[in-house]
């Protein structure tokens, strides 16, 4: 069964942006850290952002750190992830991770993963 299913990804030019999305099953997702890794092609995954439970607390890669904007709708149990002045080097997969043991994400991720969103940032 898929908990974890993101939304959002597609094709933008330089400068544009787009805003993802990673839908949670359950209820007790509200009480896991969250974030966002990708992985492009030929790459390994890297980290992007994460928040911790109660969204007070955010952290992010330096290479998107001012564009990016991480954020959580516990409500919802909803994370999004506003992506502005994107560029070429953006291009990858996005992947959506949880954590049900940790009350960080660390550095391979958490131990639920989304399927994946494809971002494309063209010159």
């Known amino acids: 069964q898929v908990q974890l299913v993101e939304s959002g990804g597609g094709l933008v030019q330089a400068g544009g942006s787009l805003r993802l999305s990673c839908a949670a099953s359950g209820r007790t997702f509200r009480l896991y850290p969250m974030g966002w890794f990708r992985q492009a092609p030929g790459k390994d995954r890297e980290f992007v952002a994460a928040?911790?439970?109660?969204?007070?607390?955010?952290t992010y890669a330096e290479s998107v750190k001012g564009r990016f904007t991480l954020s959580r709708d516990n409500a919802k149990i909803t994370l999004h992830l506003q992506m502005n002045n994107l560029k070429p080097e953006d291009t990858a997969v996005y992947y959506c991770t949880a954590d049900s043991k940790m009350a960080t994400i660390q550095p391979m991720g958490g131990d639920y993963w989304g399927q994946g969103t494809q971002v494309t940032v063209s010159s």
């Open positions: 928040i911790n439970w109660s969204g007070h607390i955010t």
